[in-house]
């Protein structure tokens, strides 16, 4: 069983930058793929990034260029930086995590935090 808490959400102007973090309680952490999908009200969950486990990125094409993943062994905490935000990426942000191939989709996903908020007001 993974645990995953996220952090970093608030309410930002557009353009603003955000940085979220994902502290994972399982000791394998380096074993799983982690990933970031985000969820608006009325909308799909949809992608957002992702870290594969064999330390290949991902990105949904609205976010490349702007959003970028990182994540630090060490302290078992995967990150989302996030640079000019604007406000259609206003959403609950999930971290999740994965030992399935797929890191672009989300029923490849098993374990889920509770979400963080983001919104991006203009």
């Known amino acids: 069983q993974v645990q995953l808490v996220e952090s970093g959400g608030g309410l930002v102007q557009a353009g603003d930058s955000l940085r979220l973090s994902c502290v994972a309680s399982?000791?394998?952490?380096?074993?799983?793929?982690m990933g970031w999908f985000r969820q608006a009200p009325g909308k799909e969950r949809e992608f957002v990034a992702a870290?594969?486990?064999?330390?290949?990125?991902y990105y949904a094409n609205s976010v490349k260029g702007r959003f970028t993943i990182s994540r630090d062994y060490a302290k078992n905490t995967v990150y989302l930086e996030m640079n000019s935000l604007k406000p259609e990426d206003s959403a609950v942000y999930y971290c999740?995590?994965?030992?399935?191939?797929?890191?672009?989709?989300?029923?490849?996903?098993?374990?889920w935090g509770q979400g963080t908020q983001v919104t991006v007001s203009s």
């Open positions: 999740a995590a994965t030992r399935r191939p797929n890191p672009t989709e989300s029923p490849e996903y098993d374990y």
């Open positions: 399982q000791g394998t952490f380096k074993r799983y793929t």
């Open positions: 870290f594969s486990w064999n330390g290949n990125t």
